[in-house]
């Protein structure tokens, strides 16, 4: 698994410092606002797990699973496989995120939610690659973990065809592992 990467681009302990730092920014800003705290599988998982013990305020979980991507390409096509279980008419929202790429996915959930009427809705994404974004696309983050170039990559949640998402430090996947 490891042969197929390049550089290591963000450390465990550079993720672990940086949610640290978003989790004071985001226990601030949710304190006594009972947040429901969305996220976006699989990929954000680990994230998910990390983040959300640094938001030291009551809040809940939820998640959504949608498929949108195949390979290292975004079919722009986007089907919800599950969606969120509980009423959130009213309530404020976080969606996390793994990555903001094209901002197909971020896109389409945060037009899902807004449906749904909640009392706000914010979007904390792990990783943000504004280089891809599509044209059209407006939407921005509210809180980003790291900017990064264009580069594709794995581990800490993220996948190429559903393997590296056990790494525990994100990298960036050889040209060859996926050609
Ligand atoms: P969009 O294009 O909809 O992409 O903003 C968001 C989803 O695409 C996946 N994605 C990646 N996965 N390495 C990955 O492992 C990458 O560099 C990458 N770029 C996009 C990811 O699942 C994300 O939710
Ligand atoms: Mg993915």
Redesign the pocket.
């Known amino acids: 698994m490891e042969q197929n990467i390049q550089e290591v681009l963000l450390t465990e302990e550079q993720i672990k410092n940086r949610i640290a730092e978003l989790g004071r920014i985001l226990t601030e800003e949710y304190r006594d606002k009972n947040p429901v705290v969305i996220g ?1 599988l ?3 998982v680990l994230f998910y797990a990390d983040m959300v013990r640094e938001i030291k305020t009551s809040c809940q979980m939820e998640f959504m699973r ?1 498929s ?2 195949e390979g ?1 390409d ?1 079919t722009g096509k ?1 089907i919800i496989r599950q969606d969120v279980s509980s009423d959130i008419q009213g309530r404020h929202v976080l969606i996390l ?12 959930v945060y037009q899902h939610l807004l449906e749904k009427k909640p009392a706000s809705v914010k979007i904390c994404t792990l ?1 943000d ?1 504004p280089s ?1 974004r ?1 044209p059209g696309v407006t939407l921005q983050a509210d809180y980003v973990g790291f900017t990064i170039p264009n ?4 581990g800490y949640g ?3 065809n559903e393997y ?1 998402r056990n790494l525990p430090y994100i990298g960036i ?1 050889k040209p060859e592992a996926y050609t």
């Open positions: 976006v699989k990929g954000v949608i949108s991507y290292t975004s986007i995120e793994d990555i903001f790429d094209t901002g197909n996915t971020l896109s389409f990783l690659k891809r599509k580069y594709f990559v794995v993220l996948d190429y590296y996947l």
